[in-house]
C-alpha cells in the first residue's frame, strides 16, 4: 500500500510565494507520472501540473510561467513552486502518483489535500 503525504500549504498574500511537497511511502519500486490538482469551492478537481518519470512537465494555461513542479526520485516526492499567487488559486491541492508497488500493473495514489488560501 502506498500513502501519499502533502505539506507546505497556508495563507500567503496575493503576489507571495508557496512550496507544496508531497512524499509517497510504502512499497514502492518506481513511480511513473505524477500530478498536481486542485479543488476550488464550487468547481471540479483539475489537473494544473504533471510531470512524468523522465522529467518532462505540462502546465494548464492558468499556471504557466508561475508555477514549477520537480520531483526527486531518490525521495519518491514532487514538489510544487508557486509564484506570483492570486486569490483565483485559492484550493484544496492534491497530489497523485503512478506507482509500481509490487503488483503487476500501476496504481494511482492520492494523497489528502492541503489547503492553500491566497488573500488579496
Known amino acids: 500500500q502506498v500513502q501519499l503525504v502533502e505539506s507546505g500549504g497556508g495563507l500567503v498574500q496575493a503576489g507571495g510565494s508557496l512550496r507544496l511537497s508531497c512524499a509517497a511511502s510504502g512499497t514502492i519500486f518506481s513511480i511513473t507520472a505524477m500530478g498536481w490538482y486542485r479543488h476550488a469551492p464550487g468547481k471540479q478537481r483539475a489537473l494544473f501540473a504533471a510531470i512524468t518519470g523522465g522529467g518532462s512537465t505540462d502546465y494548464a494555461d492558468s499556471v504557466k510561467g508561475r508555477f514549477t513542479i520537480s520531483r526527486d526520485n531518490a525521495k519518491n516526492t514532487v514538489y510544487l513552486q508557486m509564484n506570483s499567487l492570486k486569490p483565483e488559486d485559492t484550493a484544496v491541492y492534491l497530489c497523485?502518483?503512478?506507482?509500481?508497488?509490487?503488483?503487476?500493473?500501476?496504481?494511482?495514489?492520492w494523497g489528502q489535500g492541503t489547503q492553500v488560501t491566497v488573500s488579496s
Open positions: 497523485n502518483a503512478e506507482v509500481y508497488g509490487g503488483l503487476p500493473y500501476p496504481t494511482l495514489s
